[in-house]
């Protein structure tokens, strides 16, 4: 089994690391500490994810430092950045980032499920319509070749971004850590279902079944990875938090309890190595 996991381990991709510096949260490795590990595993690539600020220019300076891992960035449209804002959106696009966060811990819907008083940040207008920035951000996704994730917003805002995104010619959508309830939206098999219809992959992340913030089961995400189908899925972390182990360690987890879980050695390499690679252009 050590041997099969050093396999899936070597040329894998993680969409979906956290890191340090973190204005909010303890982590467990910095950026440079997570691409070397990465590297250390024999891993393709890594994209680095902040709720706070834009992570492509760092990714390009560790790139540096780690030739032998491809190193992304991206940016969430979270507050920290402005929320909606498409100016923020091209500068990023300008400096390489590669997926496109909807917001995430900002989101109005994430505001609701924890209690705060402020308003957060909803996809629609007060006619319940795309909120008009959107149609910007999107053209310009589409321009630089970007993957539109959904972030932490609802059901229906993931619907209305998705089918803009779609007739703007965007090519790439992908569903944040689906089944996650810790934060972000309680999606259902059915829904799932819907985006892989409207041509998104599902991201599958290790933090809603393992570790010190799991609330699903294993057993739970290699059953939806069945019924979805692997061919439309791509496994990731979501760790970096300092109360789990570091996200390669993760990532090696998360392989591992899949394949006990029933789910084959080819399906795996398909979502934590072919898919994400097409899904980042490599």
Known sequence: ???????????????????????HLQRSVDALEAAQQAAAAGMAAIVLKSHDYPTAPLATIVQCAVPGLRVFGGLTLDKQIGGLNPAAVEVSARLGAK???????????????????????????????????????????REHDMIVASGHVTVPEIHAVFRAASQVGVERLLITHALETLAGPTLTLSDLHDFVRMGALIEFSYLTCGGALATEPPAKIAAAIKNVGASHCVMSTDYGQKKNVPPVEGLRRFIAEMIAC???VAEVHDMAQTNPAALLGL
């Open 1 to 23: 089994m050590a041997a099969d996991l050093d396999d899936l381990l070597h040329g894998a991709i993680d969409l979906h690391v956290h890191f340090g510096p973190d204005a």
């Open 99 to 141: 997926i496109l966060w909807m917001p995430t811990l900002s989101s109005a819907n994430d505001h609701v499920k924890f209690g705060r008083h402020e308003p957060g940040i909803s996809l629609f207008n007060d006619s319940g319509n795309l909120a008009e920035p959107l149609w910007e951000i999107l053209k310009l996704a």
């Open 262 to 264: 029933g789910v084959t």
